[in-house]
């Protein structure tokens, strides 16, 4: 199993910026894709961005496109979201979760999750 911890939410004007980290522990991090979801209020949780175990290949949700960027350090065991020109829509609980089968945007597919991290966006 793999435990992860997220944390660098917080509340953030609008087009400010965040990073969040996802501390992963237990077995090989490097076996695991890692997904950021994000689930505001009242609605289903959404994938927003992924990174495969050699940081390869990266893939975001149209919403976030040119805004967030993925990355992850392998030696640390941590992956990362680096959030620039925040919206107020982007105000969410943010999870990071993993999961060993290639890639995936659905939340079934990933095995692992984190507890979340609320970021708030004000106007």
């Known amino acids: 199993q793999v435990q992860l911890v997220e944390s660098g939410g917080g509340l953030v004007q609008a087009g400010g910026s965040l990073r969040l980290s996802c501390a992963a522990s237990?077995?090989?991090?490097?076996?695991?894709?890692m997904g950021w979801f994000r689930q505001a209020a009242g609605k289903e949780r959404e994938f927003v961005a992924l990174?495969?175990?050699?940081?390869?290949?990266?893939y975001y949700a149209d919403s976030v496109k040119g805004r967030f960027t993925i990355s992850r350090d392998n030696a640390k065991n941590t992956v990362y979201l680096q959030m620039n020109s925040l919206k107020r829509e982007d105000t969410a609980v943010y999870y990071c979760?993993?999961?060993?089968?290639?890639?995936?945007?659905?939340?079934?597919?990933?095995?692992?999750w984190g507890q979340g991290t609320q970021v708030t966006v004000s106007s």
């Open positions: 979760a993993a999961h060993t089968r290639g890639l995936g945007v659905e939340p079934g597919i990933y095995d692992y």
């Open positions: 237990g077995r090989t991090f490097t076996s695991y894709t």
């Open positions: 990174i495969t175990w050699n940081s390869i290949t990266t």
